[in-house]
């Protein structure tokens, strides 16, 4: 069997660190969440490659780096997210990114529109013990009305545009990253200012699955 654990670990020091990811926090939750466990028998030895892989359902787990810089876009620590605040994630697919995000924050969600997947995430989760992740199955374009305001939402699928439903479930000074685009794709990232205002940032060039909802591509 592979050492995964020594591949994690050459995972972070090539691939996210070497490409500028700092946050101690964030690289402690990638040298510590086991990625293959996140993945199908298929596909484990894998695990650590510089690139999405296949999970079933048409659907990928995303690049490692990808997910850190997601993550680190969001914000940790210092006015970021931290132990005392509330995450969404939109797009659970394997649950890995849901899991990243709960060994940094304190409640996550994550929603899931293909209820195989959900199962699968849920099932990691208790596996793993990660009591902090919530895995729902659902449009996450609405949101989770019940369980805002969120300190952070991030989407990990590419919508056309970022949905309404998500801003305003937006904690005050609270940040969502998201890929939007058509044939070419960027990540987004909005902060809310105060009720009605927010701030929005473009970021690199990705190539995300779409996000299909009420307020994604709609029955594509
Ligand atoms: N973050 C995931 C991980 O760590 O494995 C990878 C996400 S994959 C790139 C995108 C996921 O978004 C797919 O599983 C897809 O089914 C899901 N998705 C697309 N539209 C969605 C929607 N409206 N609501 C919830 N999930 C959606």
Redesign the pocket.
């Known amino acids: 069997m592979p050492d995964y654990r020594q591949l994690r670990e050459q995972m972070v020091a090539k691939q996210i660190v070497r490409r500028g990811i700092t946050d101690p926090a964030l690289l402690a939750a990638m040298r510590t969440v086991p990625r293959e466990r ?1 993945v199908g028998e298929a596909v484990k030895a894998q695990a650590y490659d510089d690139r ?1 892989l296949p ?1 079933g ?6 690049q490692p780096y990808i ?1 850190a810089a997601m993550i680190e876009g969001i914000g940790i620590g210092n006015g970021g997210i931290g132990a005392g605040d509330r995450v969404l ?12 995000l709960g060994r940094i924050a304190g409640q996550v969600f ?5 209820a195989s ?1 959900a199962g699968q ?1 849920r099932r990691r989760m208790r596996e793993l013990g990660y009591a902090n992740v919530d895995i729902r199955e ?4 609405l949101g989770l009305a019940g369980e805002a305001p969120f300190d952070a939402i ?1 989407v ?2 590419c919508g056309p545009d970022v949905p309404s439903a998500l801003k305003t479930q937006l904690a005050v000074g609270g940040r969502l990253v998201m890929p939007v685009g058509g044939e070419v794709q960027r990540l987004c990232r909005i902060t809310r200012l105060d009720d009605d205002h927010y701030e929005v940032d473009w970021g690199e060039a990705v190539t ?7 307020q ?1 591509w709609l029955g594509i």
């Open positions: 996140f999405p999970i359902a048409g659907q990928t787990i995303s997910v994630e939109v797009g659970a697919g394997s649950g890995y990114a849901a899991a990243i994550a929603i899931e529109r293909h997947l995430a659902g449009d996450g374009t991030l990990s699928a995300f699955v779409p996000l299909i909802g009420k994604g």
